[in-house]
């Protein structure tokens, strides 16, 4: 079996964006891409960096949760955004409806 690598030069070379993905931090393996993208902010990285992983060894999620993050057939991602207070509320829905159609569209996928 043959494993796709992700070709982080026809990645961004492919994107047409304004915000999200203008930097985009590859890692193979991390202790978690949320520690990651929280440290290019405070550093002052610009909104819309994607840092992503294949691996996560201390992953989590939503409210500290332990995210199981084995090597594989998943994608680890988190992006830095910058929102105004009153955004708060909706950005989270807003971001997986966006996710959901963005895999529908581009792979047919449901």
């Known amino acids: 079996m043959?494993?796709?690598i992700l070709?982080?030069?026809i990645i961004e070379q492919g994107l047409n964006t304004?915000?999200?993905g203008r930097k985009?931090?590859?890692l193979p393996k991390?202790?978690?891409?949320?520690?990651?993208?929280?440290?290019e902010g405070k550093n002052g990285?610009?909104?819309?960096?994607v840092v992503v992983a294949e691996?996560?060894?201390?992953?989590?999620?939503?409210?500290?949760r332990d995210w199981i993050s084995p090597p594989g057939s998943n994608l680890y991602l988190s992006i830095l955004f910058r929102p105004r207070p009153d955004q708060l509320t909706?950005?989270?829905m807003t971001a997986a409806v966006a996710v959901i159609r963005a895999i529908r569209r581009t792979t047919g996928l449901s």
């Open 2 to 4: 043959t494993r796709d």
């Open 7 to 9: 070709n982080l030069a």
């Open 18 to 20: 304004r915000i999200i």
């Open 24 to 26: 985009i931090v590859y």
């Open 30 to 39: 991390t202790t978690s891409t949320m520690t990651v993208v929280r440290e």
């Open 45 to 49: 990285g610009i909104e819309g960096t």
């Open 55 to 64: 691996m996560q060894t201390v992953g989590r999620g939503r409210f500290s």
């Open 90 to 92: 909706q950005l989270n």
